[in-house]
């Protein structure tokens, strides 16, 4: 059936300033180098070498198939707030069903998976330091979570994109440089290309890695985010706007005028290019610093027949490379471990702050214009009257998340548990139900609502409905494997 003028512009943005051009795209890589900061983290540090340990570079080839996955994924979720400035979430929680139904699926499991996430970044990072410096493990962890929440909290987006830019080409270099030095030669490598599958798997090695290769289930969500922030395509332009737009971005939109529909198409399409040349630079740095990982695990770790638990990767990876480089190569790899775990606490803290404010704008949005109350809603009223700035502002929203469930509540569990690490399986069983679901949910809302010329094509679509399909398989396998019912 034709879809008429307005039909297409029922959910198409009604300004859309020009997209960057030539070498003024540059200037808007930051948020992919932002995204990469938050995918390198447990997946690089703690489970790609352990798998390149017991299978050196066997599974390569699965990593560059979830990195393939991973680019469609996270850039279906900016093209739906390119095209219409609101968040894919905003999308959701019109899906048919009870009100809301969507968001509180993905809401209420991640704020458990957030503290735990974060408590076990920064364990590893605890474990690197105490190696080195005098003092306990726990007090390094949680002066890492204390300064990453200080910084995030009270940092605007500019700033923190501005950050994350300098730590994320200073992991590359390390991680290239270190991995370099133990390189074995092409033809290793190229074996690994081909599809295989060891002769004795170990799924409570392979799973959790497969599961963790640069970006959890919200991992994929906050690509939209950061690119909408960002300016992409307007920025956001929910009835809650974003506070944390750059100045330019926000200039530039003031100067942009309502255009014909062909014309909005066609900048819209500018904006989908640059956002894809991005996320492109996000995977590709994050595929980098992984590779650099799987080398080190199966130079390091798998002659010596070590298999490292938990955050004891970092410490056996130091000693090691140590005895190939001396103590400059120790502490340059070191460097890079808390780089890449350190940026990664500020990127997810980040990330997660801005979705769960987003989330409670959503689902508070009914009640709050109608007057109606809710438990929710009361909640924040009463924290709102003894706060001294506006509850229901997006940055205000965010920084209260960051600070209470990236903050507050990884402390709590690092002094709670010996070895957070433990018990980040909770966060892989949410993060394996979640991805799925996000991954064919999103293909669904850009397929059914955006106009029909700026919907995902027939290769995008066919690899995000693949990748759901994986993500599915990959959460049944991993939910079996932690009740015990496989052996590999």
């Known amino acids: 059936m034709t879809r008429t003028p307005q039909e297409q512009d029922a959910h198409f943005r009604d300004r859309v300033p020009d997209p960057p051009k030539g070498r003024q795209r540059v200037r808007w890589y930051g948020p992919g180098l932002l995204w990469m ?3 390198v983290g447990t997946g690089s540090i703690l489970f790609t070498p352990r798998v390149a340990s017991a299978y050196e570079y066997q599974l390569l080839w699965i990593l560059l198939v979830v990195v393939l996955f991973m680019w469609v994924m996270i850039r279906e979720m900016a093209r739906y707030s390119i095209v219409t400035g609101q968040t894919m979430l905003e999308g959701m929680h019109n899906l048919s069903g009870p009100r809301n139904w969507a968001v509180w699926v993905i809401f209420v499991p991640q704020l458990l998976a957030a503290a735990i996430g974060i408590a076990g970044l920064a364990a590893v990072v605890g474990s690197a330091l105490g ?16 300064a990453s929440t200080l910084f995030t909290a009270t940092g605007r987006y500019s700033l923190i994109e501005t950050f994350s830019r300098v730590m994320a080409l200073a992991l590359m270099v390390m991680a290239v440089v270190t991995a370099v030095i133990v390189f074995p030669g092409l033809a290793p490598i190229a074996q690994g290309l081909a599809p295989s599958w060891p002769d004795d798997p170990d799924l409570y090695v392979i799973l959790p890695w497969v599961g963790t290769i640069l970006a959890g289930s919200m991992g994929i969500v906050w690509f939209g985010y950061w690119t909408a922030t960002r300016g992409f395509g307007g920025g956001l332009q929910s009835r809650e706007p974003d506070d944390e737009q750059p100045d330019d971005s926000r200039r530039e939109m003031d100067r942009t005028s309502p255009k014909p529909h ?31 990982f799987l080398v080190l695990g199966a130079e390091l770790l798998a002659p010596e027949g070590i298999m490292p638990e938990g955050p004891e990767v970092a410490v056996d990876l130091t000693s090691i490379f140590s005895d190939v480089w001396g ?11 808390v780089i890449a775990l350190g940026g990664s606490i500020l990127a997810n803290q980040d990330g997660w702050g801005r979705s769960f404010a987003d989330m409670t704008l959503i689902v508070t949005r009914t009640r709050r214009e109608a007057g109606k109350g ?4 009361q909640s924040l009223d009463a ?19 960051i600070v209470g469930v990236t903050g507050i ?27 799925p679901f996000i991954a064919l949910a999103a293909l669904y809302v850009n397929r059914t609502r955006l106009p029909e010329s700026l919907r995902p094509g027939v290769a995008a679509t066919v690899t995000m409905a693949v990748a759901g399909f994986f993500y599915l398989g990959f959460a049944v396998l991993y939910l079996l494997n932690m009740a015990g019912l496989l052996n590999g």
């Not at 190696?131 to 204390?146: D, I, Q, W």
């Not at 809710?374 to 809603?377: K, N």
């Open 37 to 39: 900061l938050s995918a």
């Open 131 to 146: 190696e080195f410096l005098p003092g306990p493990n726990t007090v390094y962890a949680m002066a890492m979570v204390v």
């Open 262 to 292: 062909a014309t909005r198409v066609a900048h819209a399409r500018g904006w989908i290019r640059t956002m894809t040349v991005t996320a492109a630079l996000g995977v590709v740095g994050g595929l980098v610093v992984i590779f650099a």
């Open 327 to 337: 103590e400059v190569g120790r502490y340059v790899l070191l460097a890079a471990i």
């Open 374 to 377: 809710g438990l929710l809603l």
């Open 383 to 401: 924290l709102g009257r003894r706060l001294p700035w506006p509850i229901y502002e997006r940055r205000w929203l965010k920084r209260l998340y």
């Open 409 to 435: 509540a990884p402390l709590l569990i690092l002094l709670a548990f010996s070895d957070p690490v433990q018990v980040m399986s909770v966060s892989g069983i949410i993060a394996a139900a979640h991805t």
